[in-house]
């Protein structure tokens, strides 16, 4: 089910609880800023899921309200993740839904990191 994007977050939401620990994940990068892992239902050979381990409800509200150190360090983890999974060379797309239209399903903000093949072209 979407979710609307803004107003109050929800510390009971997934990625809130993988945060704290309470359920695993398959972790391939942490530092200060993020916590990125594999994603349960992959859209592609490479799909992870980038988050900021500060709660923000989406985009409208981590670019609203982020510091721009901490905008800096979850853009730059982004690209150390692809670095490392060796997306550079073939390409790869990041995404993030904001509210419901986006159909973004978790009330926390994050990155999906997917590559690894030839991904769909969007309509224009």
Request: proline share 9%.
């Amino acid at each position: 089910m979407a979710v609307n994007g803004k107003g109050p977050y929800d510390p009971q939401n997934i990625f809130a609880k993988i945060l704290r620990g309470e359920i695993p994940c398959k972790k391939v990068f942490e530092n200060e800023w993020v916590l990125a892992f594999h994603d349960i239902a992959p859209k592609a050979p490479v799909h992870i899921l980038i988050i900021p381990k500060n709660p923000y409800v989406s985009f409208m509200d981590f670019s609203a309200t982020a510091p721009a150190e901490e905008i800096a360090g979850v853009m730059r983890a982004a690209g150390e993740i692809a670095r490392e999974q060796g997306l550079e060379e073939g390409g790869y797309r990041l995404i993030t839904n904001a509210g419901p239209n986006s159909g973004q399903e978790v009330p926390h903000f994050h990155l999906h990191l997917l590559g690894g093949k030839v991904l769909p072209i969007f309509a224009h």
